[in-house]
């Protein structure tokens, strides 16, 4: 019995269904449940990032080199190998067996869990495919939506599918002319995430009465209209399967059905709704989830971060990455100069894309998304 709540603790960082399968009488969460990364001491099998696909083969390579190699070493890389090609349940047994060995490999099971808490993988990022671009975002029949409503601002889904565990977003399409705008030009006064004990389902940016706001992406407008809280509101479906949001407006340029270019005038800027002043509120949404619109655009100078957005479906949302975005796991001893300094990228850009300031106190085990090389 001694495994049962070692396992729990583990998988906690995997996903809720960890959870019910260790105590299967329970089928959900406590609202007031958060998943944590817990580390077994210190050791993992490599100091510092967690081993990413090609530094585990050169690991290996260099290990099998040797005269005298590591044995245990080595079968710890092989089998942390082997769970690259595993899916979910399959790491839970693997974690689950590990615990009944007479010695218990913490570094194995440490190594584990920063793999999990970096999901999406390489692998399933490398095994999925672009979804279908909408012909016609008012007709869609992929089903990422359940119908076509002009009346209210939030769109209908239908069950989520299986196989939408991981999906690639193409963004712009250059050949056809498919671009991408920042909505207006002012500086980010507010970000996405929890504020004042409540959501913040996107972002806010500065601008004054009568500024104008343009569409993000190319599409046909959803929903014009007045919503408590947003107020004056535009709502786009776009070719690439997400919608955004332009909130507070003071003006409406367009009605529902209306197709518009990206950069194309949608409203002009005001302090309607729940505003306290002038501002845009800019969500990007996708199947009616919000996403974190600085996991698209690089808010410092609002270009885009990556052509093609990586999603991946959790229990209650989805998660969204540039595709070529890399992880780098805090460990002993770690700063944000030095993290720049190892990915090319710069403390600056290490804070917008993480949400943070130079003074933030990193955590061991903290995860912080850095830019591709």
């Known amino acids: 019995m001694r495994a049962l709540p070692h ?9 809720g269904s960890a959870l019910r399968a260790a105590y299967p009488g329970s089928d959900t ?11 077994y001491g210190d050791q993992t099998l490599a100091d510092g990032e967690a081993l990413s696909d090609d530094r585990l083969d050169a690991m290996l390579d260099s290990l099998c080199a040797l005269p005298d190699p590591p044995a245990d070493l080595l079968r710890d890389l092989a089998l942390y190998k082997r769970i690259r090609s595993l899916e979910e349940d399959g790491i839970v047994q693997l974690i689950d067996s590990l615990f009944e060995l007479d010695t218990v490999p913490y570094a194995l099971i440490n190594e584990i869990n920063l793999y999990s808490a970096q ?8 095994r999925s495919g672009l979804l279908a671009w909408l012909d016609d975002p008012a007709n869609d ?6 119908d076509w409503n002009t009346l209210t601002v939030h769109a209908s889904t239908p069950a989520v599918a299986a196989q939408d565990s991981v999906l690639l977003l193409q963004l712009v399409d250059h050949e056809a002319n498919c671009g991408f705008a920042m909505p207006v030009d002012g500086p980010l006064t507010s970000r996405f995430g929890w504020r004042d004990g409540r959501p913040h389902n996107g972002i806010d940016l ?29 709502v786009v479906r776009h ?3 997400l919608e955004t949001y332009y909130a507070h407006l003071h003006r409406f340029k367009v009605k529902a059905g209306d197709v518009v270019d990206a950069g194309e005038l949608i409203g002009l800027g005001g302090s309607s709704g729940r505003s306290s002043g002038s501002h845009l509120h800019f969500e990007v949404r996708f199947r009616g989830m919000p996403l974190d619109p600085s996991r698209i655009v690089d808010l410092s100078n609002g270009s885009l971060q990556a052509d093609t957005l990586v999603v991946k479906r959790s229990r209650h ?9 890399r992880f780098h796991t805090v460990a ?21 894309l993480n949400g943070i300031t130079r003074r933030s106190i990193l955590r061991v085990g903290q995860q912080l998304v850095v830019t591709a090389r």
């Open 141 to 146: 029949p992929s089903g990422l939506y359940a």
């Open 119 to 126: 999901m999406p993988t390489q692998g399933e990022v490398d």
């Open 332 to 352: 002993n001893g770690d700063h944000l100069y030095g993290i720049a300094e190892q990915y090319g990228t710069s403390i600056q850009a290490l804070c917008v």
């Open 317 to 325: 949302a989805y998660a969204a990455y540039p595709k070529g975005t």
């Open 29 to 39: 969460l406590r609202t007031d449940t958060v998943t944590a990364l817990v580390m």
């Open 206 to 234: 500065d601008l004054e009465v009568w500024d104008s706001v343009r569409t993000a992406f190319p599409g046909v407008v959803r929903h014009a209209g007045v919503q408590n809280g947003y107020g004056r509101v535009v």
């Open 7 to 15: 396992v729990t603790l583990v998988l906690a960082c995997l996903c």
């Open 239 to 241: 070719y690439n399967g």
